[in-house]
């Protein structure tokens, strides 16, 4: 699994072959098709493994410590800018990356990179919403259109760097997505009070 994200957050899916990931996990081909029936069926897998291995990141991160819901909603992109280091493929999505290059073409990946990355969005939505009634919520909205923004921004941060090169970009984008909350929480107000 970790070979077959490794080699698509750098190859992209298509542009990486059964005999790539194999030789990238030192196992034989014949291995390869005992535990997959296809390529597809290892792209599925690898979507739930990424989900797997992402949500453990973010669940033991430190900004759930924070006391007030909108400071954690806030720590949790600070922590999305500050792994954004290296090269692309050290940093953008696995499941952002199979869907922008399979969404057409593969149902069952669209659908498992779908899940990731809503299922990750769902996690904010508690937060969010304890941080939208502290406001009054003064532009109406609801918990999960926050978060699936929040996720839309930090993908298609991830595009522009990708297009860029590096991760400065990216970075740029979430320092506007954290002014954005800032904003929709109303966070300057909490603090000259």
């Not at 190859?11 to 098709?33: H, M």
């Not at 922590?79 to 090269?87: A, C, F, N, Q, S």
């Not at 499941?95 to 990731?116: F, K, N, V």
Request: proline content about 3%; overall charge negative.
């Amino acid at each position: 699994m970790d070979a077959a994200i490794a080699l698509v957050r750098r190859n992209g899916y298509c542009a990486t072959s059964v005999d790539e990931l194999c030789a990238e996990a030192g196992v034989t081909k014949g291995a390869f098709f005992h535990h997959f029936a296809s390529k597809q069926e290892l792209g599925v897998a690898a979507a739930n493994h990424w989900s797997s291995v992402t949500g453990a990141l973010f669940e033991n991160a430190t900004y759930h410590q924070h006391p007030d819901a909108a400071q954690r909603v806030l720590g949790y992109v600070a922590l999305r800018k500050e792994i954004l280091r290296g090269d692309t493929s050290q940093f953008t999505c696995f499941a952002g990356t199979m869907a922008q290059e399979l969404h057409l073409a593969s149902p069952e990946i669209r659908q498992a990179c779908r899940e990731s990355i809503f299922n990750h969005a769902a996690t904010l939505e508690a937060d969010i919403a304890l941080a939208l009634e502290a406001c009054g919520n003064p532009f109406g909205v609801t918990p999960s259109s926050v978060a699936l923004h929040t996720q839309a921004v930090l993908q298609g941060a991830f595009i522009l760097a990708k297009a860029d090169g590096g991760p400065q970009v990216a970075a740029d984008s979430v320092d506007h997505l954290a002014r954005y909350l800032r904003i929709l929480f109303n966070e300057d107000r909490k603090e000259m009070q």
